[in-house]
């Protein structure tokens, strides 16, 4: 297959900046479950938010699109939702809520000025075909596509990334033990999945496991928030793995000491995490080398 | 050797003989010295007396089968034979020598080879000079007769041979394929004067040695020839029909084939294969469409069971997508994975992505078209190519740009990319099945190499891993897969997903066990019965799996083959592309490229040809000749003959048929077995089977080789032992007969049962087939596995006691391939049992490799298993059917019943298991026997082997009788001694039934006055068991007067429930056997009812 590549060989990020508005939406849900506490700070969110995109352009070396932030669309900053890359194509997605499907717009055409594919999503299904899929439910492993069903995405989604990205295996998953797949594991290498210790991720990985044709190496890390990790293969040949600092996650860190020759980023992002977010919520990552 | 022919009741041979013989001394001596050393025996013997038989015979089998001739396959095989008679000539008995020789070693390899197209000559020499040379003798000789039939059985490979040497066996008696070819010197002998018999029998000794070499070299073609011959037979006696097959080409081109009717789908793929020059073929296979419905051709069922349309269009495809295919040896088959993966591509069926397309699109370019030529070719010139299902414009500047980028890449490095690029696809060898989910939901079930997948719509949703999966089943048309436990688990789960209806459910199933089989075991595995204890079809993959085919793939020296690439333009277009000169379609020369090269590759390749072949040649068999053909087929679970019925399918589990002129079959079959096991056949080429031939032959001649047939098992009938003063030993038990023929029979006899055991249903049904000819083919015994279980809830004995007499050419088919069908109905597969089996399996590969130590452990075993010797000494080829059987089932009652069936031959197979024990001890004295019945063995052990690893392994060959009898006494019995009771573990199948034939050469040909007494040519006795049925046939041949008189007696045990319908199985049998043996007629039915009934009256 010609776009198939060891995971983490990306070229491009692209991110999108924390709005006025961050965490005004979702405030009732999330403030009362993760912190007990209403209040959001923005300045902090913003402040990790440049940390993580300094982090990935001048220490991994990414060339970095920022989209300007949105005060209309406060959950702009997730922007890995809106869109599903691979290769040369770029799956747009239709998210779950209503509200963040106008996200789509900027992106849309940031992906347009890459020369990526656009795939609309919306647009197969006429919109209202009810399918639904966010990039946070999607974990790509350079081989195959897992994409986990949950309250974001489900199998029409799902249906319309597995014809969009026909070369690979696409697997659903059912999404234990958090709210998106993403939430609960990522790649931590081109043959690594970081994965929670939780009852619910080990169920969802055994799902994986048995889907899979190929094997993977497992990374388990005690804490739920230390299985978002953002894992890149620089173009010097070093692998980084941006991963949640000491302070958040005090017990995986040993654990990401056992990746050799990686270069350890701790990236904070405990903002995000009140929203749900993490750290690849805020980026998308592209390979716009040609690989053939 | 004419009075052979003549009673052979092949026209066909007789005349082939007589021109043969001529011819065959040079032959002979620019074959082999084994060749020679028969035609010096047979010139001593008697060469003047044998021509003059010849000519006798061939007057009389004129006369007696003019009607034969008249018929198209008839008048075929007397041109055919003649050749072979004149190189014979020479040596008289060399005629039948050199048919079996060829038919054994020879048509193996050629019919891989030349077979398909030009006589047998030709393919001959690639195969083996030996067979080449006698190929082409009789077909110069024949051409215009037997030409096509010739072509065919030497398209089959050992086909040819087969009849040829069914000719000879019936004339001797000698079951055993090896022995046949001796057998036929030994009738002339004895039809030309006694004294000769003696010499006779050296002769066939080194018959039986060079064919056992023969075998060897020819294992994997026997099979094939096997078939073919049995085809040819029935032909001869009937006529032959030809069918005029056409099969399409990956490269879109038509391969337009006339095969035989009765062809098995083996030959059709190995001529296409030998068009193609292809030697890798495992990765490949023959479909054809039912009702809308894609499916597999069966190599080792015929083709008109298969395909319901009757114009046969079939189309060369992959069917095991090799994961990585640059782990094929050789780049034409990487290039026809390309042209099928195209082809998949295109259709749809291989999704890819816009990139993917065209990236491989570009590959496909560089392939056909070398160097992107910016000056001469534009865009237009690619919208010629289909890259896509619906590709466009920017698709094609996609393309051309990729292209560019391939410069100086060749055309073998572009298929390497293209393949390397389209493995990875997640839908790369997946094959997609309509069904739904327990819920009703609409899913596909993709079978590949790693397991099962489950889709819904483009998601997988599940995934079973081969590993994972306990059990494959299916019941009408729910397919089932149990799945092991997993770590939290604590029971085993069963998934049932509804197909359309029963036949995409079998479909699905069988594709599920040829995938397990292929990617997941080293070795296929045996359908033996024990596995069968459920109720099931007993279909298994009976082809290489992929680590045997890679392990053969290494063998592959020879210079990489030129093949030309067609355009991919024809795929959907037109040749505006001109510019392309790949455009023209190579499809032709690439076929034709590499003759010669085939021949190694064919051999590799060929192997599991051979095997599925096997079960033809048993079938073959049968046709051979009309004389009189005795069917005794003993209870399959009791001896081999018996054809049991269970439940609603009649399973056929071991056929042993004594067929006279069966003795071919027998011998084919035992080819087959041989072929059946590649490795084994390799192993056995390694060591000398003609050796043991040769021993035979000694041991024939001398005391010893009648003590062997005595411990064998069974004492052949008095009259067998007459005409061998030898072998009047051998009267004692079968190893008389077995002297005379024993090596030759033995040899069969293990060819037999090899492919009884390497196929396990199949086998089993092949050696029916064989004793009935063509449609007993082992597809039977498929069936049989579920059956299996059902018997030994009832089991109703019924033996079916069909005297054919049949003067002269008449062949009397017995077909057993009805038992086959019934496998539809269920079906079971345990991929566990199979990994257990796999390792058998590894373990048989060595066995196969050291028979001689397979045969130590095997008299070992023997003493464990007496039953082998009864078989061998019995008539006996149900003996050792029964042998094996007898471990399954009931292997002392099936005897017993053989011995009824044959009258002159004696019951006194009857040899129980206590005989065989006897056998061990005299074999030990003659090691060198032991060796030659290894070697023989060998095949079957492969074979077995391969059925049945495990159980073989702890079953004891039994050799007795070094060089000079003939005898060969190889029992596998099964270790098992529980699968024994009622049904034998598949594994417990693997035990060989010895055949015994007892051939006894009397003037009898001459002597019109002998009714019976006549001269006895041949004597067989093929057992086959099934877990079902058992299938016994004796085929005695005698000479009466000029007239050669073969009758058959068929044993059918039939094993079944309460439930089934005995009398509408026996009647099934009848029919059958009438099918298969056309031209001969029922004299007597005996029906004995076990269980139920003691007996019932005879005609």
Same mark, same amino acid.
């Given at each position: 297959?010609?776009?198939?590549?060891?995971?983490?060989?990306?070229?491009?990020?692209?991110?999108?900046?924390?709005?006025?508005?961050?965490?005004?939406?979702?405030?009732?849900?999330?403030?009362?479950?993760?912190?007990?506490?209403?209040?959001?700070?923005?300045?902090?969110?913003?402040?990790?938010?440049?940390?993580?995109?300094?982090?990935?352009?001048?220490?991994?070396?990414?060339?970095?699109?920022?989209?300007?932030?949105?005060?209309?669309?406060?959950?702009?900053?997730?922007?890995?939702?809106?869109?599903?890359?691979?290769?040369?194509?770029?799956?747009?997605?239709?998210?779950?809520?209503?509200?963040?499907?106008?996200?789509?717009?900027?992106?849309?055409?940031?992906?347009?000025?890459?020369?990526?594919?656009?795939?609309?999503?919306?647009?197969?299904?006429?919109?209202?075909?009810?399918?639904?899929?966010?990039?946070?439910?999607?974990?790509?492993?350079?081989?195959?596509?897992?994409?986990?069903?949950?309250?974001?995405?489900?199998?029409?989604?799902?249906?319309?990334?597995?014809?969009?990205?026909?070369?690979?295996?696409?697997?659903?998953?059912?999404?234990?033990?958090?709210?998106?797949?993403?939430?609960?594991?990522?790649?931590?290498?081109?043959?690594?999945?970081?994965?929670?210790?939780?009852?619910?991720?080990?169920?969802?990985?055994?799902?994986?496991?048995?889907?899979?044709?190929?094997?993977?190496?497992?990374?388990?890390?005690?804490?739920?928030?230390?299985?978002?990790?953002?894992?890149?293969?620089?173009?010097?040949?070093?692998?980084?793995?941006?991963?949640?600092?000491?302070?958040?996650?005090?017990?995986?860190?040993?654990?990401?000491?056992?990746?050799?020759?990686?270069?350890?980023?701790?990236?904070?992002?405990?903002?995000?995490?009140?929203?749900?977010?993490?750290?690849?919520?805020?980026?998308?990552?592209?390979?716009?080398?040609?690989?053939? | 050797?004419?009075?052979?022919?003549?009673?052979?009741?092949?026209?066909?041979?007789?005349?082939?003989?007589?021109?043969?013989?001529?011819?065959?001394?040079?032959?002979?001596?620019?074959?082999?010295?084994?060749?020679?050393?028969?035609?010096?025996?047979?010139?001593?013997?008697?060469?003047?007396?044998?021509?003059?038989?010849?000519?006798?015979?061939?007057?009389?089998?004129?006369?007696?089968?003019?009607?034969?001739?008249?018929?198209?396959?008839?008048?075929?095989?007397?041109?055919?034979?003649?050749?072979?008679?004149?190189?014979?000539?020479?040596?008289?008995?060399?005629?039948?020598?050199?048919?079996?020789?060829?038919?054994?070693?020879?048509?193996?390899?050629?019919?891989?080879?030349?077979?398909?197209?030009?006589?047998?000559?030709?393919?001959?020499?690639?195969?083996?000079?030996?067979?080449?040379?006698?190929?082409?003798?009789?077909?110069?000789?024949?051409?215009?007769?037997?030409?096509?039939?010739?072509?065919?059985?030497?398209?089959?490979?050992?086909?040819?041979?087969?009849?040829?040497?069914?000719?000879?066996?019936?004339?001797?008696?000698?079951?055993?394929?090896?022995?046949?070819?001796?057998?036929?010197?030994?009738?002339?002998?004895?039809?030309?004067?006694?004294?000769?018999?003696?010499?006779?029998?050296?002769?066939?000794?080194?018959?039986?040695?060079?064919?056992?070499?023969?075998?060897?070299?020819?294992?994997?073609?026997?099979?094939?020839?096997?078939?073919?011959?049995?085809?040819?037979?029935?032909?001869?006696?009937?006529?032959?029909?030809?069918?005029?097959?056409?099969?399409?080409?990956?490269?879109?081109?038509?391969?337009?084939?006339?095969?035989?009717?009765?062809?098995?789908?083996?030959?059709?793929?190995?001529?296409?294969?030998?068009?193609?020059?292809?030697?890798?073929?495992?990765?490949?296979?023959?479909?054809?469409?039912?009702?809308?419905?894609?499916?597999?051709?069966?190599? $080792?069922?015929?083709?008109?069971?298969?395909?319901?349309?009757?114009?046969?269009?079939?189309?060369?495809?992959?069917?095991?997508?090799?994961?990585?295919?640059?782990?094929?040896?050789?780049?034409?088959?990487?290039?026809?994975?390309?042209?099928?993966?195209?082809?998949?591509?295109?259709?749809?069926?291989?999704?890819?992505?816009?990139?993917?397309?065209?990236?491989?699109?570009?590959?496909?370019?560089?392939?056909?078209?070398?160097?992107?030529?910016?000056?001469?070719?534009?865009?237009?010139?690619?919208?010629?190519?289909?890259?896509?299902?619906?590709?466009?414009?920017?698709?094609?500047?996609?393309?051309?740009?990729?292209?560019?980028?391939?410069?100086?890449?060749?055309?073998?490095?572009?298929?390497?990319?293209?393949?390397?690029?389209?493995?990875?696809?997640?839908?790369?060898?997946?094959?997609?099945?309509?069904?739904?989910?327990?819920?009703?939901?609409?899913?596909?079930?993709?079978?590949?190499?790693?397991?099962?997948?489950?889709?819904?719509?483009?998601?997988?949703?599940?995934?079973?891993?081969?590993?994972?999966?306990?059990?494959?089943?299916?019941?009408?048309?729910?397919?089932?897969?149990?799945?092991?436990?997993?770590?939290?688990?604590?029971?085993?789960?069963?998934?049932?997903?509804?197909?359309?209806?029963?036949?995409?459910?079998?479909?699905?199933?069988? @594709?599920?066990?040829?995938?397990?089989?292929?990617?997941?075991?080293?070795?296929?595995?045996?359908?033996?019965?024990?596995?069968?204890?459920?109720?099931?079809?007993?279909?298994?993959?009976?082809?290489?799996?992929?680590?045997?085919?890679?392990?053969?793939?290494?063998?592959?020296?020879?210079?990489?083959?030129?093949?030309?690439?067609?355009?991919?333009?024809?795929?959907?277009?037109?040749?505006?592309?001109?510019?392309?000169?790949?455009?023209?379609?190579?499809?032709?020369?690439?076929?034709?490229?590499?003759?010669?090269?085939?021949?190694?590759?064919?051999?590799?390749?060929?192997?599991?040809?051979?095997?599925?072949?096997?079960?033809?040649?048993?079938?073959?068999?049968?046709?051979?000749?009309?004389?009189?053909?005795?069917?005794?087929?003993?209870?399959?679970?009791?001896?081999?003959?018996?054809?049991?019925?269970?439940?609603?399918?009649?399973? @056929?589990?071991?056929?042993?048929?004594?067929?006279? *002129?069966?003795?071919?079959?027998?011998?084919?079959?035992?080819?087959?077995?041989?072929?059946?096991?590649?490795?084994?056949?390799?192993?056995?080429?390694?060591?000398?089977?003609?050796?043991?031939?040769?021993?035979?032959?000694?041991?024939?001649?001398?005391?010893?080789?009648?003590?062997?047939?005595?411990?064998?098992?069974?004492?052949?009938?008095? $009259?067998?032992?007459?005409?061998?003063? *030898?072998?009047?030993?051998?009267?004692?038990?079968?190893?008389?007969?077995?002297?005379?023929?024993?090596?030759?029979?033995?040899?069969?006899?293990?060819?037999?049962?090899?492919?009884?055991?390497?196929?396990?249903?199949?086998?089993?049904?092949?050696?029916?087939?064989?004793?009935?000819?063509?449609?007993?083919?082992?597809?039977?015994?498929?069936?049989?596995? %579920?059956?299996?279980?059902?018997?030994?809830?009832?089991?109703?004995?019924?033996?079916?006691?069909?005297?054919?007499?049949?003067?002269?050419?008449?062949?009397?088919?017995?077909?057993?391939?009805?038992?086959?069908?019934?496998?539809?109905?269920?079906?079971?597969?345990?991929?566990?049992?199979?990994?257990?089996?796999?390792?058998?399996?590894?373990?048989?590969?060595?066995?196969?490799?050291?028979?001689?130590?397979?045969?130590?452990?095997?008299?070992?075993?023997?003493?464990?298993?007496? %039953?082998?010797?009864?078989?061998?000494?019995?008539?006996?080829?149900?003996?050792?059917?029964?042998?094996?059987?007898?471990?399954?089932?009931?292997?002392?009652?099936?005897?017993?019943?053989?011995?009824?069936?044959?009258?002159?031959?004696?019951? *006194?197979?009857?040899?129980?298991?206590?005989?065989?024990?006897?056998?061990?001890?005299?074999?030990?004295?003659?090691?060198?026997?032991?060796?030659?019945?290894?070697?023989?063995?060998?095949?079957?052990?492969?074979?077995?082997?391969?059925?049945?690893? $495990?159980?073989?392994?702890?079953?004891?060959?039994?050799?007795?009788?070094?060089?000079?009898?003939?005898?060969?006494?190889?029992?596998?019995?099964?270790?098992?001694?529980?699968?024994?009771?009622?049904?034998?573990?598949?594994?417990?199948?693997?035990?060989?039934?010895?055949?015994?034939?007892?051939?006894?050469?009397?003037?009898?040909?001459?002597?019109?006055?002998?009714?019976?007494?006549?001269?006895?040519?041949?004597?067989?006795?093929?057992?086959?068991?099934?877990?079902?049925?058992?299938?016994?046939?004796?085929?005695?041949? $005698?000479?009466?007067?000029?007239?050669?008189?073969?009758?058959?007696?068929?044993?059918?045990?039939?094993?079944?429930?309460?439930?089934?319908?005995?009398?509408?199985?026996?009647?099934?049998?009848?029919?059958?056997?009438?099918?298969?043996?056309?031209?001969?007629?029922?004299?007597?039915?005996?029906?004995?009812?076990?269980?139920?009934?003691?007996?019932?009256?005879?005609?």
């Amino acid at each position: 297959m010609a776009s198939v590549l060891p995971y983490g060989r990306f070229t491009h990020a692209v991110v999108r900046g924390i709005p006025e508005t961050f965490g005004k939406v979702e405030d009732e849900k999330n403030n009362k479950v993760e912190n007990g506490e209403t209040t959001m700070d923005l300045a902090k969110a913003q402040r990790q938010f440049g940390v993580l995109t300094g982090a990935l352009r001048q220490k991994v070396g990414l060339q970095l699109i920022e989209i300007p932030a949105d005060p209309e669309l406060p959950e702009s900053w997730r922007i890995e939702d809106v869109a599903v890359i691979q290769g040369d194509t770029a799956l747009i997605t239709r998210p779950f809520k209503q509200q963040r499907r106008s996200e789509t717009e900027a992106v849309r055409r940031v992906m347009s000025e890459l020369n990526l594919t656009v795939v609309e999503m919306g647009a197969e299904e006429g919109g209202s075909a009810g399918a639904t899929l966010e990039g946070s439910d999607v974990l790509f492993t350079g081989r195959e596509f897992f994409v986990g069903i949950s309250s974001h995405t489900n199998y029409r989604g799902a249906e319309v990334l597995a014809d969009t990205f026909r070369d690979f295996a696409v697997s659903t998953v059912p999404v234990c033990g958090g709210a998106r797949l993403k939430n609960i594991c990522s790649m931590g290498g081109p043959d690594t999945i970081i994965i929670s210790n939780s009852d619910g991720a080990k169920k969802t990985l055994r799902m994986m496991e048995q889907l899979t044709d190929h094997h993977y190496e497992v990374l388990t890390v005690p804490e739920g928030a230390a299985a978002n990790c953002v894992y890149v293969r620089g173009p010097s040949k070093v692998d980084y793995l941006l991963h949640p600092p000491t302070e958040e996650c005090p017990e995986s860190f040993p654990a990401f000491q056992k990746l050799t020759d990686y270069t350890l980023l701790p990236t904070a992002c405990s903002e995000a995490s009140k929203l749900g977010g993490s750290l690849t919520s805020f980026c998308l990552l592209i390979n716009r080398k040609t690989y053939y | 050797m004419t009075t052979e022919v003549g009673s052979e009741t092949e026209v066909k041979k007789e005349p082939e003989k007589a021109e043969e013989q001529p011819a065959e001394p040079e032959r002979s001596a620019i074959n082999q010295t084994d060749e020679v050393k028969v035609v010096e025996a047979a010139e001593q013997s008697n060469e003047s007396p044998a021509l003059a038989t010849d000519s006798a015979e061939a007057k009389e089998n004129q006369e007696a089968q003019p009607a034969d001739n008249a018929t198209g396959p008839e008048g075929e095989e007397p041109p055919a034979s003649p050749p072979a008679s004149e190189k014979k000539g020479i040596s008289r008995f060399l005629p039948p020598w050199l048919k079996r020789q060829k038919s054994q070693s020879v048509v193996g390899p050629k019919e891989s080879q030349v077979t398909p197209k030009e006589e047998g000559g030709v393919v001959l020499v690639n195969g083996e000079g030996e067979k080449a040379e006698q190929a082409k003798a009789e077909q110069t000789s024949s051409t215009t007769t037997a030409e096509p039939q010739v072509e065919e059985e030497q398209v089959n490979g050992e086909a040819e041979p087969e009849q040829k040497e069914e000719v000879n066996s019936e004339e001797h008696a000698e079951n055993h394929s090896t022995g046949s070819a001796e057998t036929q010197p030994a009738k002339e002998e004895k039809a030309s004067e006694k004294s000769q018999e003696k010499s006779a029998a050296e002769e066939e000794k080194k018959e039986t040695e060079e064919g056992g070499e023969k075998k060897d070299q020819e294992e994997s073609l026997k099979p094939e020839g096997g078939r073919y011959f049995i085809k040819s037979p029935l032909k001869l006696t009937k006529k032959v029909k030809m069918v005029m097959c056409h099969v399409i080409m990956l490269d879109g081109s038509q391969f337009p084939c006339e095969v035989e009717k009765r062809a098995k789908g083996q030959y059709l793929f190995f001529k296409v294969c030998e068009a193609l020059n292809l030697l890798e073929k495992d990765y490949f296979g023959l479909s054809y469409k039912n009702a809308d419905q894609m499916c597999w051709l069966d190599p $080792t069922k015929e083709i008109k069971r298969q395909i319901c349309n009757p114009s046969w269009q079939l189309a060369f495809n992959v069917k095991f997508y090799p994961p990585d295919p640059s782990q094929l040896t050789e780049d034409i088959t990487r290039y026809l994975l390309c042209l099928q993966l195209r082809q998949d591509i295109v259709s749809g069926r291989l999704p890819c992505s816009f990139v993917t397309h065209s990236l491989l699109g570009s590959y496909s370019l560089q392939a056909e078209l070398g160097d992107h030529d910016p000056d001469e070719q534009r865009l237009d010139y690619i919208s010629d190519f289909q890259f896509a299902p619906s590709q466009t414009k920017e698709m094609e500047e996609k393309v051309v740009e990729l292209h560019k980028t391939h410069r100086g890449m060749t055309p073998a490095q572009a298929d390497t990319q293209f393949l390397e690029n389209a493995k990875k696809l997640s839908m790369y060898g997946v094959d997609l099945h309509h069904a739904k989910d327990s819920e009703g939901v609409d899913i596909m079930l993709g079978v590949c190499a790693n397991g099962l997948l489950i889709y819904k719509d483009r998601l997988r949703i599940n995934r079973f891993a081969w590993p994972k999966i306990l059990k494959i089943s299916y019941k009408r048309s729910n397919f089932y897969i149990k799945i092991r436990p997993g770590e939290t688990e604590q029971f085993e789960s069963t998934v049932g997903f509804k197909l359309p209806n029963h036949r995409s459910a079998k479909r699905v199933w069988k @594709v599920c066990v040829e995938n397990h089989t292929f990617f997941r075991l080293m070795t296929q595995e045996a359908p033996t019965k024990a596995k069968f204890l459920t109720l099931g079809s007993k279909f298994r993959y009976s082809g290489r799996t992929q680590a045997q085919t890679r392990q053969a793939s290494t063998l592959i020296d020879r210079p990489a083959p030129y093949f030309e690439r067609t355009s991919s333009k024809r795929i959907s277009r037109s040749l505006d592309g001109a510019p392309v000169i790949n455009m023209i379609e190579a499809q032709d020369s690439a076929p034709t490229s590499v003759g010669n090269g085939r021949e190694p590759g064919l051999e590799l390749s060929s192997d599991s040809s051979k095997v599925e072949e096997e079960p033809s040649e048993r079938a073959a068999a049968t046709p051979t000749e009309g004389t009189e053909m005795k069917r005794d087929e003993p209870d399959s679970s009791q001896q081999s003959g018996k054809l049991r019925v269970q439940g609603e399918n009649i399973y @056929v589990r071991h056929s042993n048929l004594m067929l006279e *002129d069966l003795d071919k079959t027998q011998e084919d079959v035992l080819k087959h077995q041989a072929s059946t096991s590649e490795l084994k056949r390799s192993f056995m080429e390694a060591t000398p089977e003609p050796r043991p031939s040769q021993w035979e032959k000694r041991l024939t001649a001398s005391p010893a080789t009648s003590l062997r047939q005595q411990a064998q098992g069974r004492s052949p009938p008095p $009259t067998t032992q007459e005409p061998l003063s *030898d072998l009047t030993v051998d009267t004692v038990s079968k190893s008389s007969d077995d002297k005379q023929k024993s090596d030759e029979t033995t040899l069969q006899a293990a060819e037999v049962e090899i492919e009884e055991t390497v196929v396990v249903e199949k086998i089993r049904v092949a050696p029916k087939g064989s004793v009935t000819i063509t449609t007993p083919e082992v597809v039977v015994t498929p069936v049989a596995v %579920e059956t299996e279980v059902e018997k030994p809830e009832e089991e109703v004995i019924e033996e079916v006691i069909e005297e054919v007499k049949e003067e002269q050419k008449r062949p009397v088919s017995v077909s057993s391939d009805s038992h086959s069908e019934s496998e539809e109905e269920a079906g079971e597969y345990h991929p566990q049992v199979t990994v257990s089996t796999s390792v058998e399996q590894i373990k048989e590969e060595p066995e196969e490799e050291e028979k001689e130590e397979v045969d130590n452990h095997e008299e070992p075993e023997q003493v464990s298993e007496p %039953e082998p010797l009864p078989e061998v000494e019995v008539e006996t080829m149900p003996s050792p059917a029964v042998v094996e059987e007898t471990p399954m089932a009931e292997p002392e009652t099936a005897l017993v019943v053989d011995a009824p069936a044959e009258e002159e031959r004696t019951e *006194d197979i009857l040899v129980t298991p206590e005989e065989a024990p006897n056998g061990h001890a005299e074999d030990q004295p003659g090691l060198v026997a032991v060796e030659e019945e290894e070697e023989e063995e060998e095949p079957r052990v492969n074979g077995d082997a391969s059925h049945a690893e $495990t159980e073989r392994i702890p079953q004891v060959i039994c050799c007795s009788e070094p060089p000079v009898v003939k005898t060969e006494m190889v029992t596998i019995s099964d270790t098992f001694a529980a699968q024994k009771t009622e049904i034998a573990t598949k594994e417990v199948p693997i035990v060989h039934t010895e055949t015994k034939t007892i051939t006894y050469e009397a003037a009898q040909l001459d002597g019109s006055g002998d009714g019976e007494p006549g001269i006895l040519m041949t004597a067989q006795t093929i057992t086959s068991e099934s877990l079902c049925t058992t299938t016994t046939t004796h085929i005695t041949k $005698t000479l009466k007067g000029g007239l050669s008189e073969t009758r058959i007696e068929k044993r059918i045990v039939i094993t079944g429930d309460s439930d089934i319908d005995h009398d509408q199985a026996l009647a099934q049998a009848i029919k059958e056997a009438k099918e298969q043996h056309p031209d001969m007629s029922v004299t007597r039915v005996v029906v004995h009812k076990e269980t139920e009934l003691a007996e019932e009256g005879e005609d």
